[in-house]
């Protein structure tokens, strides 16, 4: 069975930015969103799935279909930008209504339904307004309703929420979710923000220097990433490189430095010995004294920093010449009475040691 | 209370404003009213300002016809030899209009495209479609130099936006790229028109300055300065101030009213 939206082996240059060899597949009504870094591509992708920029290498597929050399306006794909783009010499309602206008030329059927989407999306008293009169969230409801109303097979979005102030981020989060889920529209999302991805994500990118380095489930992705910058991005924090010393069954040794051993249960397969180790810092568990447990890993650290932040207070412990970072609430750390230079021990499942491609 | 910097620099600014005020106004003061009156309705003032005016409103209306799609695909598409092109057309605002009345003399004269042209009955030079052609090749570099900004103004995803919601190229050009560009082609317009009446050396050159025929208001300054007729040459400079005092009005009313929200 076919994908959705297959893009294959994209590649894009236009000086600055650049899609490097870029391979994505979507499901219908799924959404994706797509992390990484300013300059990392991500725009330029979506600007080339909606037809802006001719690849220089590649194809596109839609509902089979190959749409590479179809101009933007024959995809049927919507855009939304962090930057609104409401036409300014038209109201709300015309910006609104220009997609649809190209549709129909009947005037009910126009004005109904730019109502009703302006009313699901709670601008229906800013119709007659002038753009340039309107909040951020405002115009950002408008630029997402103008979007929806032509009914795309794709919605993209493009940093979408990035202007906005918190509360009117977390209020268009929830909006946004109901008005897609509604619609049932396949959604491409490109965010810096992690709340983006935890809230509306089904599905995660990641990118870097015009390559996606790994794409899948919310959980995969920051459970179990593939790439030591992956794992950096998405806030693992327990990144190091280690060695594959043995193998027993499904038990990986690896060796993160010259003195330390730890124990992975992770299936992953490569070739190298070489690999990258992540360990998220809230697996791991801090403790005063060795116990007994089904736990492989259990460490002897001493404390060498503590900071609090927001309603959690991160450590790092040094073992033997290697920094662990974990995280735990502050009643924790006040009944372990927890340290500088205290000695500790620290406690993960192999199964939370996951292992992965060392990216450059 | 103002800076110092402040102070010194809003003083300079009326000091040469001033200057250049009186220098221009000299001119409604110095001739007699009665010669004014005598000139401004004489044969040759009226045709002057009628050639002046016919030629420059159709030049005009040519160069923002070529000038509109130049200054697009210079600020939208990449296209070989882009660079060069640029630098030709920015070429005549570098040098004197003579160098390209002398230019326009040599291709359209007895050679070259001249020949030809006259071959099949059409006469460029010393006639009004003369003074037509230089107009437009001095006028041009400025149109395209403003509007070359304009569109470089529009924020490209406007017009991404528009195509993403169904319309072509040439739709989206008309309905959004030409109306958020409107503020920079009035400009353009308004600089074009003016540059286009006070076009001289090329329109002398190529125009011939023809008595009644092909003579334009600047040129009716110089021949008439030259000959001693003060009155007639400084009723001329006064109507050329008029034009351009109305064009630079209408200009600074309208032009900027829909520059905002380009971005």
Redesign the interface.
């Known amino acids: 069975m076919c994908m959705f939206l297959e893009v294959r082996n994209l590649s894009v240059d236009l000086g600055q930015f650049h899609l490097d060899n870029v391979s994505l597949n979507l499901e219908k009504n799924d959404y994706l969103v797509i992390i990484g870094p300013t300059g990392s591509g991500k725009s330029v992708l979506l600007?080339t799935i909606?037809?802006?920029f001719s690849p220089d290498d590649g194809q596109i597929f839609l509902e089979g279909n190959e749409i590479t050399n179809l101009?933007?306006?024959n995809?049927g794909?919507?855009?939304v930008?962090q930057?609104y783009?409401l036409?300014?010499?038209m109201n709300v309602f015309d910006n609104i209504a220009?997609?649809l206008k190209?549709?129909t030329n009947d005037k009910d059927i126009i004005e109904s339904k730019v109502k009703n989407i302006a009313k699901l999306l709670k601008i229906d008293h800013l119709l007659h307004r002038n753009?340039?009169t309107l909040s951020g969230g405002e115009k950002q409801r408008a630029a997402i309703a103008?979007?929806l109303i032509?009914e795309?097979k794709i919605l993209l979005m493009d940093e979408p929420f990035a202007a906005l102030d918190v509360n009117t981020h977390s209020y268009l989060t929830s909006l946004i979710k109901n008005v897609i889920i509604q619609h049932q529209t396949t959604c491409i999302h490109v965010s810096h923000n992690f709340n983006d991805v935890y809230n509306l994500a089904e599905h995660v990118a990641v990118m870097k220097d015009g390559k996606i380095l790994q794409q899948g489930t919310l959980h995969d992705v920051f459970s179990r990433p593939s790439h030591n910058y992956v794992a950096d991005f998405v806030g693992v924090h327990n990144v190091f490189q280690g060695k594959i010393v043995a193998h027993d069954k499904s038990l990986l040794k690896i060796e993160i430095s010259p003195e330390l051993i730890i124990f992975s249960s992770d299936d992953f397969v490569h070739e190298s010995k070489e690999v990258m180790v992540a360990i998220r810092p809230e697996s791991i568990i801090f403790s005063n004294e060795r116990f007994v447990s089904s736990v492989r890993n259990q460490l002897k650290g001493v404390v060498k920093n503590m900071f609090e932040v927001g309603h959690t207070v991160w450590i790092e412990v040094q073992v033997k010449d290697v920094m662990f970072k974990g995280v735990l609430t502050p009643n924790s750390c006040q009944s372990l009475e927890i340290k500088k230079e205290k000695e500790i021990y620290l406690s993960f499942k192999s199964l939370n040691v996951n292992l992965m491609d060392c990216y450059e | 209370m103002r800076s110092k910097l402040e102070i010194i620099f809003i003083s300079i600014s009326f000091i040469f404003t001033t200057f250049l005020f009186i220098i221009i106004g000299s001119l409604f003061v110095i001739p007699s009213p009665q010669g004014f009156v005598e000139s401004l309705f004489s044969n040759e003032m009226m045709s002057a300002l009628k050639i002046t005016l016919s030629t420059s409103i159709l030049a005009a209306f040519f160069v923002m016809l070529v000038a509109v799609p130049t200054a697009y695909s210079l600020s939208r598409y990449q296209f070989p030899l882009k660079s060069l092109v640029k630098s030709i057309l920015d070429l005549p605002m570098a040098f004197p209009e003579i160098v390209l009345g002398i230019a326009l003399l040599m291709i359209l004269g007895d050679q070259f495209l001249g020949n030809f042209l006259e071959s099949i009955g059409i006469n460029i030079v010393f006639t009004t479609a003369g003074i037509i052609i230089a107009q437009f090749f001095v006028a041009l570099p400025y149109a395209v130099r403003i509007l070359y900004s304009t569109f470089n103004y529009v924020n490209p995803r406007f017009e991404f936006v528009s195509r993403s919601l169904g319309y072509g190229e040439f739709e989206t050009f008309k309905n959004i790229t030409l109306p958020l560009a409107k503020g920079g082609i009035f400009a353009s317009s308004v600089v074009t028109l003016a540059r286009c009446i006070g076009t001289f050396a090329a329109v002398l050159l190529v125009g011939g300055g023809t008595y009644l025929k092909t003579e334009t208001l600047p040129i009716a300054i110089y021949y008439n300065l030259s000959l001693g007729n003060i009155d007639n040459a400084i009723t001329a400079a006064i109507l050329l101030v008029l034009i351009s005092f109305v064009a630079i009005f209408v200009l600074e009313k309208y032009a900027y009213q829909n520059i905002e929200g380009m971005g």
């Open positions: 600007e909606a037809g802006f101009t933007p306006e995809r794909i919507s855009i930008y930057d783009v036409f300014p010499h220009y997609g190209k549709k753009p340039e103008r979007s032509v795309p």
